[in-house]
């Protein structure tokens, strides 16, 4: 069958197509035209389909390797906030521990000290005492023995 090459020309509707007139004895043909036009063009809106759903499949795939991407990145990044979160966990309960053994320990050598202290306030009491009695003694002793000689008592208070 013979195509032939009316070209439509469109409107101000670029959807309504404006065909020329047809004179009487071509009408066969002219209807012919135009269902090899509509053919092309319904062939052209195809291909035009096809390709805008490849670019979207396409964009569509990308956008879905980017999220799981970031999907996957953000639950590292969470692993890893758990991980460091757990790690300061145990080190703060290691360093609490330290603290209290460290504050239990002072507290025990102060209440040595205190105990060492009170031990040397007596021994120092008892010092006193034991020199004060020596004294006593002492005294007693050349008030008593001693007055009978008198040459003694100098040579005691010469070597005391």
Same mark, same amino acid.
């Given at each position: 069958? #013979?195509?032939?090459?009316?070209?439509?020309?469109?409107?101000?509707?670029?959807?309504? &197509?404006?065909? @020329? @007139?047809?004179?009487? @004895?071509?009408?066969?043909?002219?209807? $012919?035209?135009?269902?090899? *036009?509509?053919?092309?063009?319904?062939?052209?809106?195809?291909?035009?389909?096809?390709?805008?759903?490849?670019?979207?499949?396409?964009?569509?795939?990308? #956008? =879905?390797?980017? &999220?799981? =991407?970031?999907?996957?990145?953000?639950?590292?990044?969470?692993?890893?906030?758990?991980? &460091?979160?757990?790690?300061?966990?145990?080190?703060?309960?290691?360093?609490?521990?330290? =603290?209290? *053994?460290?504050?239990? %320990?002072?507290?025990?050598?102060?209440?040595? +000290?205190?105990?060492? *202290? +009170?031990?040397?306030?007596?021994?120092?009491?008892?010092?006193? *005492?034991?020199?004060?009695? $020596?004294?006593?003694?002492?005294?007693?002793?050349?008030?008593?023995? $001693? %007055?009978?000689?008198?040459?003694?008592?100098?040579?005691?208070? #010469?070597?005391?």
């Amino acid at each position: 069958m #013979a195509q032939r090459n009316f070209r439509a020309s469109a409107g101000e509707d670029e959807n309504v &197509l404006n065909f @020329p @007139p047809a004179s009487a @004895p071509d009408k066969g043909a002219t209807a $012919l035209d135009m269902v090899y *036009q509509a053919a092309a063009v319904f062939r052209s809106m195809e291909e035009h389909a096809r390709e805008t759903e490849a670019h979207a499949q396409s964009l569509c795939s990308s #956008a =879905l390797e980017r &999220l799981q =991407l970031a999907e996957m990145r953000a639950e590292a990044a969470e692993r890893a906030q758990r991980e &460091l979160i757990i790690t300061a966990e145990h080190k703060l309960q290691y360093a609490c521990k330290a =603290l209290e *053994q460290a504050r239990s %320990c002072i507290e025990a050598q102060k209440d040595k +000290l205190t105990a060492v *202290q +009170l031990r040397a306030e007596v021994a120092e009491a008892e010092a006193r *005492q034991a020199k004060e009695a $020596l004294a006593l003694v002492e005294e007693a002793i050349r008030k008593r023995l $001693l %007055c009978a000689n008198p040459d003694v008592d100098s040579r005691l208070t #010469a070597v005391a």
